[in-house]
């Protein structure tokens, strides 16, 4: 079973690339801007969806978003993203 961690605890462990479990394609993920404020960094007002659909329907590949919409940055149900590696 595969460990899952929240946008904030990837934020601090440097983790930038994330996913979610149930997306059907492996290479759909976020990436996340990380901003260094004082000591500790935090998750930066948006993040890039990057998804082969993207580029499908005739849109920009990666899609910028806020943050914000991604839901709660506490929530531990991200798997870090790794490219070429399918879940």
Not at 20 to 44: Q, S
Not at 60 to 86: A, R, V
């Amino acid at each position: 079973m595969e460990q899952h961690i929240s946008i904030n605890e990837a934020v601090r462990t440097g983790v930038t690339k994330l996913r979610l479990d149930n997306w059907t394609n492996h290479e759909d993920h976020i990436e996340i801007y990380i901003a260094h404020f004082g000591v500790e960094p935090r998750p930066g007002p948006w993040v890039k969806l990057w998804s082969p659909t993207n580029e499908l329907i005739g849109q920009p590949n990666p899609q910028e978003m806020l943050i914000s919409l991604i839901g709660d940055l506490d929530d531990n149900c991200w798997s870090p993203y790794i490219q070429g590696e399918s879940t």
